[in-house]
């Protein structure tokens, strides 16, 4: 289904006259609307009808609005919808508002799933189902905390509560040169997705070479879909182990012999220098000198909360994300934030401390969110729960402790291995586990302490 878009001249309003309604009866009106055609967004001069568009829809006051359709933004949507089916909702997004899971990005390539395969409804969907104003490829470039109103461009958006789940951006310390701009690629979202896919299809039919920068969660994981999806893959990180963050070294060795084994080309405790284009080929340069041709490159060199708009608005931030208190409370009245752009109650600040940028916090916290939103405080609680890799040649579980452990036990043998993190008074705070030893998750996970108790 195809959203409707208004035209140039149409005012960027979403009344019962410009969109679809879900019936007479319905409460409030549920919509998509993009920019203008061929117009950017923050270009648009507004007409004074603009900024009040909310008063100009049968959603009259200025209600919820939520910034970020990922998984964060629409869980709590659809909590408070939940809770209360009246409260005027209003969902932006930079971004195509089709609803999709993210973890299965990493594993589609395994599948042939294409972009479409993996978006479970469209935004008018998700739009009609939360009963709410979704607007699509459209970017707030500033928020008003005073005036309690969002900058879309030139027009002024009110809000009565803000929340802000605009997850995290990838970032990768290379210049990228824009003769290689349709070989280079980052994988974060669903539109990433369908590019990266379109460029392996203009390959060609055959395995592509793939060089993946990044031996971290998201590097492995798209290292062992793509290889299992047909292609020639390299990983190469500056780690001497994959998963360093999650596996001792003792069991990212045994994950690399695993990959190594599998018929992945590792290049580890190697770091990129240069990447250039020489003909068709995207070379990346190695720090022992080493050159590697590749078809396309994926740059997965980590994730950073998008903490600009809330900074610039005078929000308390740090580089693991927005603060937040335990109801997902910023420190600027009415403004939360969940999901990978929120730093909950500390949680994941230390520089090698534990993130929670995974889909069971976010899903805690959503509830958490939209019970405080109608009107029952809730405090977020996270409990111990492990990060599993989607790395079937090898499973892995890690639940990593959040502080220095006094010593790790690592039992098994081979390829199946539990890594134990214990104190000082032999209390378990963390693990690893590979192989067949992945079973022990439940019972370690009990042992261990929640994240946010
Ligand atoms: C490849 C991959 C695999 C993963 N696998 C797992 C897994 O197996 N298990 C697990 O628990 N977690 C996994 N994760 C992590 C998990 O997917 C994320 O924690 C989660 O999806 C984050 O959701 P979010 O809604 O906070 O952010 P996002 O999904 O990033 O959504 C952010 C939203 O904000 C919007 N936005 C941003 N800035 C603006 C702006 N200025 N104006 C308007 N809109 C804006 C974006 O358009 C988007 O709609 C994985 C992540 C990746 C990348």
Redesign the pocket.
């Known amino acids: 289904m195809t959203a409707p878009v208004t035209g140039p001249e149409a005012a960027p309003v979403t009344g019962p006259e410009t969109a679809p309604v879900t019936g007479p009866d319905a409460i409030g009106s549920s919509s998509v609307t993009a920019p203008p055609a061929g117009a950017a967004s923050s270009c648009r001069v507004a007409a004074p009808a603009d900024t009040t568009e909310a008063s100009t829809s049968s959603n009259a006051a200025p209600g919820l609005v939520v910034?970020?359709?990922?998984?964060?933004?629409l869980a709590l949507a659809r909590g408070v919808r939940a809770r209360d089916p009246e409260r005027p909702i209003t969902l932006?997004?930079?971004?195509s508002g089709d609803e999709y899971a993210?973890?299965l990005?990493?594993s589609a390539f395994t599948k042939g799933q294409t972009a479409a395969d993996l978006s479970t409804r469209s935004a008018l969907e998700v739009a009609e189902a939360l009963d709410a104003r979704l607007r699509i490829h459209?970017?707030?470039d500033a928020i008003d905390p005073a005036a309690r109103c969002l900058h879309l461009g030139a027009e002024r958006l009110p809000y009565a509560q803000l929340v802000l789940?605009?997850?995290?951006a990838p970032y990768h310390p290379f210049t990228v040169s824009a003769a290689l701009a349709d070989r280079v690629f980052q994988?974060?979202?669903l539109d990433d997705y369908r590019r990266f896919r379109a460029a392996l299809t203009r390959h060609g039919p055959g395995p592509a070479r793939v060089a993946i920068i990044g031996a971290g969660l998201?590097g492995c994981?798209y290292a062992n879909d793509l290889h299992a999806g047909g292609h020639r893959v390299t990983l190469i990180a500056p780690e001497a182990t994959p998963l360093a963050r999650l596996l001792p070294t003792r069991l990212g060795e045994v994950l690399a012999a695993a990959f190594a084994r599998g018929g992945i080309t590792t290049r580890l405790a190697r770091e990129v220098i240069s990447l250039e284009a020489v003909s068709d080929d995207a070379v990346l340069t190695l720090d022992d000198g080493e050159r590697l041709g590749a078809d396309v490159v994926l740059i997965a060199t980590g994730l950073r909360p998008?903490t600009a708009?809330a900074d610039a608005a005078g929000l308390a931030v740090s580089p693991a994300g927005i603060l937040t208190d335990r109801y997902l409370a910023t420190s600027a009245p009415g403004i939360y934030a969940l999901?990978?752009?929120a730093c909950v109650d500390g949680l994941g600040a230390a520089e090698h401390g534990v993130s929670a940028?995974?889909?069971?916090p976010?899903q805690a916290s959503a509830r958490a969110l939209a019970a405080t939103l109608t009107g029952t405080p809730t405090e977020v609680i996270y409990g111990a729960w492990p990060v599993?890799a989607?790395t079937p040649l090898l499973p892995v579980v890690a639940l990593p402790p959040a502080e220095s452990p006094a010593h790790w036990r690592v039992e098994g043998e081979g390829e199946d291995l539990a890594a134990i993190a214990d104190n000082a008074a032999g209390k378990v705070i963390g693990f690893a586990l590979i192989g067949r030893c992945v079973r022990r998750k439940v019972a370690l996970a009990r042992a261990a302490p929640a994240l946010l108790g």
């Open positions: 910034v970020g359709t990922g998984m964060a933004g932006i997004t930079a971004d993210k973890p990005l990493s459209t970017r707030v789940a605009s997850g995290a994988i974060n979202d998201v994981e998008r708009l999901g990978d752009v940028r995974y889909v069971q976010l599993v989607k």
